[in-house]
């Protein structure tokens, strides 16, 4: 079965700062989507960004990027020049490509953006 | 579009008691699942749809019931309400081709008392 391991409960970020969120995960197979999702207070939670497998390139969404290492099974998720409202809990899925593909879990980040 | 919706929102229930979590999603999509969010834990997988009539369980079935008679609902059963259901529910659908990921309902927070 695949883990996913997001090893910083707690982040911290001034505005305007660049942050990286770590996540690793283990798995056998060759082909899977990674995702980070934003949960916000409000409990919503939103697809930041997606990144398959088999793309050697890096996902980049405006202030948002990855760092993919297929070798090293990591998956970090950069943010830059961050605002108030990136302040959230952010978690790091996987999902393999078969037919009962299903999203495995990390426990997730907290973030804090200051002034 | 109304995409995935969730209901109620929010519930109190007494310990034996029975209730049954609504969802629903207007997008066509084949993959329905059920998850739990409890704090430090992250999300885990109750159970889970791959389409109409079929059903399986993730990785915290147990008090649990599902069944999927339209591709439209996908409603979450629970039988005798514990204490260890006190939790965060929510509801999530996807496609079977292209991913884009799960697209997400807005949760339904339950207590039991």
């Known amino acids: 079965a695949q883990t996913v391991t997001q090893s910083q409960p707690e982040m911290s970020v001034q505005e305007a700062e660049t942050v990286t969120l770590s996540c690793t995960y283990d798995?056998?197979?060759?082909?899977?989507?990674l995702f980070w999702y934003k949960q916000p207070p409000s409990r919503q939670m939103i697809l930041v960004i997606r990144?398959?497998?088999?793309?050697?390139q890096n996902a980049t969404e405006n202030r948002f990027s990855v760092n993919f290492q297929k070798a090293a099974k990591s998956f970090s998720l950069k943010i830059s020049d961050s605002q108030l409202g990136d302040a959230a809990m952010y978690f790091c899925?996987?999902?393999?490509?078969?037919?009962?593909?299903?999203?495995?879990f990390g426990t997730g980040t907290r973030l804090q953006v200051t002034l | 579009n109304a995409g995935v919706t969730q209901t109620p929102k929010f519930q109190v229930l007494k310990t034996g008691q029975s209730m049954t979590l609504q969802c629903a999603q207007d997008m066509n999509h084949e993959y329905m699942s059920w998850y739990r969010q409890d704090p430090g834990m992250g999300l885990r997988l109750i159970h889970y749809?791959?389409?109409?009539?079929?059903?399986d369980q993730g990785e915290v079935p147990n008090g649990y019931n599902v069944s999927r008679s339209t591709t439209e609902d996908f409603p979450l059963r629970l039988l005798s309400a514990a204490p260890s259901q006190t939790s965060v529910y929510f509801c999530?659908?996807?496609?079977?081709?292209?991913?884009?990921?799960?697209?997400f309902g807005s949760g339904t927070r339950l207590t039991v008392v």
């Open positions: 899925a996987y999902r393999s490509t078969g037919t009962a593909s299903k999203l495995t």
């Open positions: 990144q398959e497998a088999y793309k050697q």
């Open positions: 798995t056998s197979e060759s082909d899977y989507y």
């Open positions: 749809s791959v389409g109409a009539g079929i059903t």
């Open positions: 999530a659908s996807s496609t079977a081709g292209r991913v884009d990921g799960y697209t």
